[in-house]
């Protein structure tokens, strides 16, 4: 499946109720290295049914931002059981993407 | 396979070299650690790249990245560990696998330099950040801290200041060495203040970053800033340190290379922000990579090149 856009709407359904884990990536329109991940993070959605990855437009969501303490971005937050279990900041590769879902 | 050129890192040296070496007719291969851009991706709008008025660094590096491609490179994304040289050829090893080439082209840039002290990794996301334009959002009428004393942290510390409440500039020295027009707008701000001789010598948090400790250098003092974010800005280091069995490295950690690139190593070159120089830009890594192609190119025609019609003996 694809990255779904998430806002504080949708937020709670998508992310804290959501039956497998969810990656949620905190992102902005003019961060270079948010963008250069983002084809990583498709790749990653579309190939695998075990998690799904969200996308949180940090400008438009300052209370999900103030409530998730987002200070840098890229910043990826997964979410087992509607609970934060692991958080990587800045670009990294595709495998350390892969590999915060494992732990 | 032994490519002809292996270049690493996909910043703008690496990628230019790689458009300079298809073009010649060699083949490459690309090795980044992360994704390709390097450190221009932070910045999010280029003036001053020519007959470029705007662009974003995310912009430029696609385009090149895509230019780079089409023209034949080959791009595979795992970290180079060492090189080794030997048998007429040098082989890169990287954390998974090793890859050999005629000639290498070290196009590794450079990271941020951290402060080197206690849990300022553990803190980064958390009220540590190396880079202003990228996190200053975050910190919207809050208190902030900028340390350095070089054009970065004066141009960081006048960019959080028209966005948080205050910002305190911490220097080691009583005076900057960056450029004056800064310096003085710097000084103009009312919600500047200039801490001098001093160092950042503890980092104070609970869930984040909630304090910092400020150490006086001259007598020794030692008082506690109140701050949310810290935005460290003490320059740069070269990314080379696992190259240097095999080739020269200055004292702060560059590689020892002239304009023509070539290193101490006979087919090993450094092209941009980790070889020494005189101006580390845009402009000047793109030429470095054409410059560091040209020379592998004519490095691996005058030394590998298999004699024709060559008679048996």
Redesign the interface.
């Given at each position: 499946m694809a990255v779904i856009e998430v806002t504080k709407e949708n937020f709670e359904k998508e992310v804290l109720q959501s039956e497998i884990p969810v990656l949620v990536d905190f992102n902005a329109g003019w961060c270079g290295p948010c963008k250069s991940m983002r084809p990583m993070l498709d790749e990653l959605a579309d190939n695998n049914n075990k998690y799904k990855i969200v996308a949180v437009d940090i400008d438009e969501e300052d209370e999900l931002v103030e409530e998730y303490e987002v200070a840098s971005i890229p910043c990826l937050v997964v979410f087992k059981n509607g609970k934060e279990t692991n958080r990587g900041v800045g670009l990294i590769p595709k495998d350390s993407i892969a590999a915060l879902m494992e732990d | 396979m032994v490519y002809d050129i292996i270049i690493i890192g996909a910043g703008p040296a690496g990628m230019t070299a790689a458009i300079y070496a298809r073009r010649a007719a060699k083949s490459v291969l690309v090795l980044e650690?992360?994704?390709?851009?390097g450190q221009?991706?932070?910045?999010?709008d280029i003036e001053n790249y020519p007959a470029r008025a705007h662009i974003?660094?995310?912009d430029f590096?696609t385009t090149l990245y895509e230019q780079a491609k089409e023209l034949g490179a080959q791009f595979i994304?795992e970290k180079a560990v060492g090189i080794k040289d030997g048998n007429g050829k040098k082989t890169v090893v990287t954390a998974k696998n090793s890859y050999e080439a005629k000639a290498v082209i070290l196009a590794t840039g450079s990271a941020n330099r951290k402060l080197g002290i206690i849990d300022e990794e553990k803190l980064?996301?958390?009220?540590v950040?190396y880079?202003a334009t990228?996190?200053g959002?975050?910190?919207r009428q809050k208190v902030v801290a900028v340390v350095g004393g070089g054009n970065t942290a004066i141009e960081d510390a006048l960019y959080l200041s028209n966005l948080a409440k205050k910002v305190y500039l911490i220097h080691r020295r009583d005076s900057f060495r960056g450029e004056e027009t800064g310096v003085n707008r710097l000084i103009a701000k009312d919600n500047v203040e200039f801490i001098f001789n001093s160092n950042v010598t503890r980092l104070i948090y609970d869930?984040?970053l909630s304090a910092i400790e400020v150490t006086n250098k001259i007598d020794g003092s030692v008082k506690t800033l109140e701050i949310n974010?810290l935005f460290v800005a003490v320059g740069r280091v070269p990314e080379n340190q696992n190259f240097a069995e095999l080739i020269k490295l200055n004292d702060a950690g560059y590689v020892q290379a002239g304009e023509d690139c070539h290193t101490s190593c006979a087919g090993i070159f450094a092209a941009g922000d980790n070889r020494t120089k005189a101006l580390r830009q845009l402009v000047t890594a793109a030429a470095d990579g054409a410059m560091a192609a040209t020379e592998a190119v004519k490095y691996i025609n005058n030394n590998c090149a298999r004699p024709k019609n060559r008679k048996e003996d």
């Open positions: - | 650690a992360l994704n390709y851009g221009i991706l932070n910045t999010p974003s660094g995310y590096s994304f980064l996301g958390k009220g950040s880079c990228c996190d959002n975050f910190y869930k984040r974010g």
